[in-house]
C-alpha cells in the first residue's frame, strides 16, 4: 500500500507528495514493514507497461535534475493525456514509479493533504510517541512559531504531529523520512480497531 502525504494547503500551488511511504503487509500475520523513498531520487525507472516509461526509458530525469520522485505526480498531471481513463493521473504515475524502484506491486494506494493530516491525527484524539528533539514549527524562509518540545511518551495533537512530521527547518530529508515513521509507527499502534470504529466519522471526514 502507497501512503503519499502531499503538501496541498491553501498557501500553496498545486501539490507534490513529500512523503512516500510503502506498507509492505504479510497477508497471514499482519506484519507490516515501512519503506520509506526519498522525494529528491532521481532516475526512477518506470515498469514496461507504464506510459511513462515510453516518455522516460531511461528513468525520470532531466538535465536541470528537477525530475525528482516527488515531481512524478506533478509531470503526470500536467499530462493526462497519457492517462487518458484514469481518474487521478498523479497517483497512477507515482506508483508506477515506486514499482520501478522498489520491485514491489503496489496495490493500494492512499493520498492525504497536510489538513487532512491534521485532521486525521485530532479525530482519533492525538497520539502519544517519544519525541526524541525538539522540531520547530515554521522557520525557514517562514516565520518561527515555536517548537515541538522533546520529552517521552509526548501526547501530541494534530499540527504538532504534522510539524514533528514535515519540518523542514534545521533538518534534512532523511532526519524528516526518520520523523515521518515515528509518526506512522506511533499511529498505527494506537489506532486498533474499537478506537476506529468509535471515531469513524471524524477519520473519514479527515
Known sequence: ILLMGGDAGPD????????????????????????????????????ESSPMHKKFPKGFRCPDHTCMLNAVYTYAMTHKDLYPKVKNPGAQ???EAIEGVTGLTVN??????LKG????????????????RKV???????????????????HLNGREALWFARSRSD?????????????????????????????FNGIAKA
Not at 493500494?108 to 493533504?113: G, S
Not at 493530516?117 to 526524541?132: K, P
Request: include cysteine.
Open 171 to 199: 533538518s534534512s530529508d532523511w532526519d524528516r523520512i526518520v520523523r515521518q515513521k515515528c509518526v506512522m509507527n506511533a499511529m498505527l499502534k494506537q489506532l486498533d480497531p474499537l478506537t476506529v470504529l468509535t471515531k
Open 117 to 132: 493530516f491534521e485532521d486525521l491525527v485530532d479525530a482519533v484524539g492525538g497520539i502519544t510517541m517519544d519525541v526524541y
Open 136 to 154: 520547530p514549527i515554521g522557520g525557514g524562509h517562514a516565520k518561527l512559531y515555536g517548537y515541538v518540545e522533546a520529552g517521552k511518551d509526548r
Open 12 to 47: 500553496r500551488n498545486g501539490l507534490r507528495p513529500d512523503s512516500m511511504t510503502v506498507a509492505s503487509v504479510d497477508q497471514a500475520t499482519g506484519r507490516t514493514v515501512l519503506v520509506s523513498l526519498p522525494r529528491n531520487m532521481e532516475r526512477a525507472p518506470f515498469p
Open 93 to 95: 504515475a507515482t506508483k
Open 108 to 113: 493500494y494506494w492512499a493520498l492525504i493533504d
